[in-house]
């Protein structure tokens, strides 16, 4: 049996704030059946811009339960501002501590948190797009949550980015390039192996992007986030042309009729690329 | 509160009458065996009375062809360790997907080292091709390694049939009996099994001790090597009062086994009829026709075992689960993941294992308290 805290039974046993908010202000849902874990979260705002009220609903181990619980009783009463700052080490301290192997529960508060605060901007779908190239297939992990989580928590073995975030508990085929992730970090250098990723990185250090660099961003953005969310309903869409500020852009698919194209257009496509590369980008919808 | 112990696939209780046939051995009867004196020539006659009962209980043509070890896993590496060693230009070894870590690894281990291991895959309901194990037996097979019955579901592989498909091919045979012993009527003189592993602590003698049957005539290489015990097949002092001990639960077993059987395969059943009918969503993993009598594993959809687990500790009952967070891995049980079971059916599954100390209040409380906890865990469930 794991060596469980006693806040940790406690919040197993009973969980506080168990639920989903009707008309929520954001929602984040991480992890899947698959993988064992999953949780959604849910937040209401006050008018002050305060969490009143946040839920969640887990599937998933005693320690996930736990962490579910314990974040929501962390969040309420926060800012936004305040709340993006809550860290998995935050969620973990909260209930005196987790197993190592358990630490990956904490990681998907801290995930779920990010991704319903993401979804309150309407910056992303309510299930979390990844950042990233995935670099774990078994369990969907990308470099980026990786590094992040890796740098966070001062990770410095793969077993611990296994305990951490899942990445290499499966098949291990992914071991050697978390590894290299691993050594990148150490070595201070985060070593971008896609052009998108050294102007990321170059963004990141407030340098100005070239064209070519921009459209690298979009690009990858377009192919990894926001395409799969258009894909959801139905709709495509294909990057046509960038010049200079102006990213023209053709919708396709159910996105092509619909009556909330241009919704789309300003408050999803073009938040995202302006929040990645630049506030001044606009997109331009080309008709076929 | 009285613990209500539902995992005797993992270990079980010692026997009161094992503690009893025990305790002189730790108290007067405290001799080497290997001494010449009479105060260590006694505890040796008691050694080998109990070696007779472990014969008796496989059904062994004698004595002789029973050693003692320290638990089912080194029986398991004994046998393997030693098939290999008697055909050391052979490279094959067959054995299953779904075998204890016991073999599993100890084949993964070999087949670092060069070793080619054809792992037998099991159908849904865990059921092994006996065709596929034909096929896969070729001239360069040093061994074939068949558990007898799992651990996990109880499904129980056709040994006498496997052992026929390997004589033929002249190939031998280890099967691991570890859950077999006491559940299932076992007699080595008609099943032609090479080697067979036991261990003590699941048939109610305490942990530490195991014993291998080695057929007569079958080559034989010793793993720990020393003095000259064992017949010199496994050196080291004997640990006598588990020795004594192990003898009297074969004996106990023996004597109970069908009545056990029958009790427990009632209560089994009782539980499996009460949970299902109770709780919507629950599925029993394994090949019902063919279990052991003993073993009931239920996949409950949308929630997790451990969960499960911690709140069935909550009124003392114990169970043991499939689920990848109750073991510190992170994929459900490979036996699940060989049996193709769903990934969140096998996150969400939990084995019953009965011993002949369970009751009808044992089973009566899992049904008055499983409907509640699943239907917790469901509330909190984004998925049920
Ligand atoms: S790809 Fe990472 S463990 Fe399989």
């Known amino acids: 049996m794991w060596n469980y805290t006693e806040k940790v039974i406690e919040h197993f046993i009973h969980p506080r704030n168990v639920g989903e908010i009707e008309n929520p202000d954001g929602v984040g849902e991480v992890g899947s059946l698959a993988c064992g874990d999953m949780l959604r979260l849910s937040f209401k705002l006050d008018d002050e811009g305060r969490i009143v009220d946040a839920r969640f609903k887990t599937f998933g181990c005693a320690s996930a339960i736990a962490s579910s619980s314990a974040l929501t009783e962390i969040i309420r009463g926060k800012t936004l501002e305040e709340a993006e700052r809550i860290t998995n080490r935050d969620i973990a301290e909260y209930l005196g501590g987790l197993p190592e192997e358990k630490m990956h529960c904490s990681v998907m508060g801290r995930e779920a948190l990010e991704a319903a605060i993401a979804n309150y901007r309407g910056e992303g779908a309510e299930t979390r797009t990844l950042e990233g190239t995935v670099v774990c297939k078994c369990y969907g992990v990308t470099d980026e949550q990786i590094r992040k989580v890796a740098r966070e928590n001062r990770l410095t073995t793969v077993e611990e980015v296994t305990n951490y975030t899942k990445a290499g508990g499966g098949c291990g085929l992914c071991h050697e390039r978390i590894q290299e992730i691993l050594d990148e970090i150490r070595n201070g250098k985060t070593a971008p192996t896609t052009p998108a990723q050294v102007a990321q990185e170059k963004k990141a250090k407030g340098l100005a992007l070239t064209n070519i660099e921009k459209i690298h961003i979009i690009e990858q953005l377009i192919s990894e986030r926001i395409r799969p969310a258009l894909r959801q309903d139905g709709g495509d869409i294909d990057l046509l042309d960038v010049d200079q500020n102006v990213v023209y852009v053709r919708l396709k698919g159910a996105c092509e009729n619909c009556p909330s194209a241009n919704y789309t257009m300003r408050q999803f496509i073009e938040k995202e690329i302006q929040r990645e590369v630049s506030p001044s980008i606009r997109v331009e919808e080309v008709r076929a | 509160m009285k613990a209500i112990y539902l995992d005797n696939n993992a270990t079980t209780r010692v026997a009161p009458e094992v503690i009893d046939a025990m305790l002189p051995f730790l108290r007067e009867m405290w001799g080497n065996p290997s001494s010449m004196h009479t105060f260590g020539g006694q505890v040796g006659r008691h050694i080998e009375r109990a070696r007779e009962q472990v014969a008796l209980t496989l059904g062994a043509a004698g004595p002789d062809e029973i050693v003692f070890t320290s638990c089912g896993t080194e029986s398991d590496n004994a046998a393997i360790m030693s098939a290999l060693a008697a055909a050391p230009d052979k490279k094959r070894i067959v054995t299953t997907k779904v075998e204890h ?90 099943t032609p099994v090479a080697y067979l592993s036991m261990s003590g602590h699941k048939i109610h003698a305490p942990k530490g001790i195991g014993a291998l049957y080695i057929r007569r005539g079958t080559k034989f290489s010793p793993m720990i090597i020393g003095g000259h015990q064992e017949r010199g097949r496994r050196a080291g002092t004997e640990n006598a009062a588990s020795i004594v001990g192990l003898g009297k639960a074969c004996e106990l077993a023996m004597a109970h086994w069908k009545e056990d059987c029958r009790q427990m395969a009632a209560l089994r059943d009782r539980l499996e009829k009460g949970l299902i009918d109770s709780i919507p969503r629950v599925h029993i993993h394994g090949d019902t ?44 049980s490979h036996v699940m993941i060989a049996m193709g079971v769903p990934f969140e059916r096998a996150h969400g599954s939990i084995r019953f294992s009965l011993s002949r100390y369970n009751t009808e209040d044992d089973v009566d409380a899992v049904l008055t308290h499983m409907p509640g906890i699943i239907k917790r865990l469901r509330e909190l469930s984004p998925v049920a």
């Open chain 2, 101 to 190: 870590p016991a073999v599993l690894n100890l084949a993964r281990h070999l087949e670092g080292r060069g070793m080619d291991v054809v792992y037998l895959p099991v159908d849904s309901q865990g059921r092994l091709d006996l065709d596929a194990l034909r096929d896969s037996i070729d001239d360069q097979t040093a061994l074939v390694s068949v558990m007898w019955a799992n651990n996990e579901t109880g499904v129980v592989f056709p040994i006498e049939e496997i052992a026929a498909i390997c004589s033929d091919r002249g190939v031998v045979l280890h099967t691991d009996a570890v859950q077999t012993i006491g559940k299932l009527p076992c007699d080595l003189r008609e």
């Open chain 2, 289 to 332: 026709g063919h279990r052991l009598p003993n073993t009931t594993n239920l996949g409950f959809e949308s929630v997790e075992g451990e969960a499960i687990l911690l709140l069935l500790n909550e009124h003392n009952i114990c169970a043991s689960s499939g689920s990848a967070c109750a073991s510190g891995s992170l994929d459900p």
